[in-house]
């Protein structure tokens, strides 16, 4: 009779400790997902925590003022969870549209714009076989030939989606997947435990300077 009470007194203790645990897991992930961007030098930083707990930053880096914002896939069709990177140039540009072109799209991207614009164009010969062309507008030629002049973007295989637009540049990377063992066995989508590494971040904001200047100087 006295093995009861010893029981339920281990129990307990096992039922709080795990209870410590949890709580502070939880702050831990809190934490590293607030901070997620603090190692991305920016000048004029403002940064704020979004609603998926992710950081929001923007400041001037490069010369260039950019927005930084992680967006966390969990949608159950995918193969894996994603963490996606959005690199925004918001600077006013000479473009008469919108234009996405995206790399294997699904039409429900939480990220992107992409299935709401109306026209789709065939893509010629050097493009990736995977992407796919949609635009307010039906596509000039002036515009293909700028997407055709930056395409090697696409060269890194982490690039998702271009947006080129009156409003600005945008760049869509993956940033992390969920351990695929550990999502498998028990759903577990942990991302953003490591904070963003700027040598990640450095040729997409080199290629979003890169098309601002060449869209800039045919302009004239």
Same mark, same amino acid.
């Given at each position: 009779?006295?093995?009861?009470?010893?029981?339920?007194?281990? *129990?307990?203790?096992? *039922?709080?400790?795990?209870?410590?645990?949890?709580?502070?897991?939880?702050?831990?992930?809190?934490?590293?997902?607030? &901070?997620?961007?603090?190692?991305?030098?920016?000048?004029?930083?403002?940064?704020?925590?979004?609603?998926?707990?992710?950081?929001?930053?923007?400041? +001037?880096?490069? &010369?260039?003022?950019?927005?930084?914002?992680?967006?966390?896939?969990?949608?159950?069709?995918?193969?894996?969870?994603?963490?996606?990177?959005?690199?925004?140039?918001?600077?006013?540009?000479?473009?008469?549209?919108?234009?996405?072109?995206?790399?294997?799209?699904?039409?429900?991207?939480?990220?992107?714009?992409?299935? +709401?614009?109306?026209?789709?164009?065939?893509?010629?010969?050097?493009?990736?076989?995977?992407?796919?062309?949609?635009?307010?507008?039906?596509?000039?030629?002036?515009?293909?030939?700028?997407?055709?002049?930056?395409?090697?973007?696409?060269?890194?295989?982490?690039?998702?989606?271009?947006?080129?637009?009156?409003?600005?540049?945008?760049?869509?990377?993956?940033?992390?997947?969920?351990?695929?063992? +550990?999502?498998?066995?028990?759903?577990?989508?942990?991302?953003?435990?490591?904070?963003?590494?700027?040598?990640?971040?450095?040729?997409?904001? *080199?290629?979003?300077?890169?098309?601002?200047?060449?869209?800039?100087?045919?302009?004239?």
């Amino acid at each position: 009779m006295m093995m009861l009470p010893l029981m339920m007194v281990v *129990l307990g203790a096992g *039922l709080a400790w795990l209870a410590l645990h949890l709580i502070a897991d939880d702050k831990a992930r809190r934490t590293a997902r607030a &901070g997620w961007l603090d190692g991305i030098d920016l000048q004029e930083r403002r940064q704020a925590v979004a609603a998926t707990g992710f950081a929001r930053a923007s400041g +001037r880096r490069a &010369g260039l003022t950019l927005d930084l914002q992680a967006v966390p896939d969990t949608l159950t069709f995918r193969k894996l969870p994603a963490l996606w990177l959005l690199v925004t140039l918001p600077e006013p540009l000479p473009l008469r549209q919108r234009i996405n072109l995206m790399m294997r799209p699904t039409g429900i991207e939480p990220f992107s714009a992409f299935d +709401r614009l109306p026209h789709q164009t065939a893509l010629t010969a050097g493009f990736p076989e995977d992407a796919a062309l949609r635009s307010e507008l039906p596509l000039t030629e002036t515009e293909g030939a700028l997407l055709a002049r930056h395409i090697a973007l696409f060269d890194d295989p982490r690039v998702k989606e271009l947006v080129i637009s009156p409003q600005g540049l945008r760049i869509t990377w993956l940033a992390e997947e969920a351990d695929r063992g +550990r999502y498998l066995l028990f759903r577990e989508a942990e991302m953003g435990r490591n904070a963003l590494d700027p040598q990640a971040l450095d040729p997409l904001v *080199l290629a979003l300077r890169d098309m601002r200047e060449d869209i800039l100087r045919t302009a004239v």
